[in-house]
T-cell receptor
Framework: EAGVAQSPRYKIIEKRQSVAFWCNPISGHATLYWYQQILGQGPKLLIQFQNNGVVDDSQLPKDRFSAERLKGVDSTLKIQPAKLEDSAVYLC???????????FGPGTRLLVL | DQQVKQNSPSLSVQEGRISILNCDYTNSMFDYFLWYKKYPAEGPTFLISISSIKDKNEDGRFTVFLNKSAKHLSLHIVPSQPGDSAVYFCAASARGSNYKLTFGKGTLLTVNP
């Protein structure tokens, strides 16, 4: 079974630029999550989708972050404009619904200069 | 406000001995707890979980203990193996939260041969 795919794996941008991350979840997984993991911290949920609907985006900085999940499969997370404090690993995860089946991708490491 | 706390950033043990990783939480609404393991450059992987109706759950070399009155849980690994060297995250979710996970900062476990 293929795992959660994410791209790119690494990205370096300058502040005020925009950036987008892509996630392809495990086939058949209805729930998709985006997490932000700052160095030395645990993952923090940014947004949770159920199929193509948003379940929770309470911790998403909506003035600069946006996310969508087209057709209930792939998802993109965008930051525009980026700030220095956005430097982190962005993890995508998917599940069939319960947390024990929450599978994480390898993450995208973003560095904002 | 750190609702899930892992106060030991790192732990070093000898191969074959017991590893004990600790986690404290402050939110009394949490009723489901999980441990994730993370290797460098990979996403976290689910290890073991426990519901608040239990005080112990065992899976092979891994056992999780829950003390609800103290709002404390621990992960025991016996015997520890060098391949167990990784960062371990404690996570918690609350009933009715769509399984939204709140993670601790993680503990780096090093098992020395």
């Amino acid at each position: 079974e293929a795992g959660v795919a994410q791209s790119p794996r690494y990205k370096i941008i300058e502040k005020r630029q925009s950036v987008a991350f892509w996630c392809n979840p495990i086939s058949g997984h209805a729930t998709l999550y985006w997490y932000q993991q700052i160095l030395g911290q645990g993952p923090k949920l940014l947004i949770q989708f159920q199929n193509n609907g948003v379940v929770d985006d309470s911790q998403l900085p909506k003035d600069r972050f946006s996310a969508e999940r087209l057709k209930g499969v792939d998802s993109t997370l965008k930051i525009q404009p980026a700030k220095l404090e956005d430097s982190a690993v962005y993890l995508c995860a998917s599940s069939v619904g319960d947390p024990e089946t929450q599978y994480f991708g390898p993450g995208t490491r973003l560095l904002v200069l | 406000d750190q609702q899930v706390k892992q106060n030991s950033p790192s732990l070093s043990v000898q191969e074959g001995r017991i590893s004990i990783l600790n986690c404290d939480y402050t939110n009394s609404m949490f009723d489901y707890f999980l441990w994730y393991k993370k290797y460098p450059a990979e996403g976290p992987t689910f290890l073991i979980s426990i519901s608040s109706i239990k005080d112990k759950n065992e899976d092979g070399r891994f056992t999780v203990f829950l003390n609800k009155s103290a709002k404390h849980l621990s992960l025991h690994i016996v015997p520890s193996q060098p391949g167990d060297s990784a960062v371990y995250f404690c996570a918690a979710s609350a009933r009715g939260s769509n399984y939204k996970l709140t993670f601790g900062k993680g503990t780096l476990l090093t098992v020395n041969p």
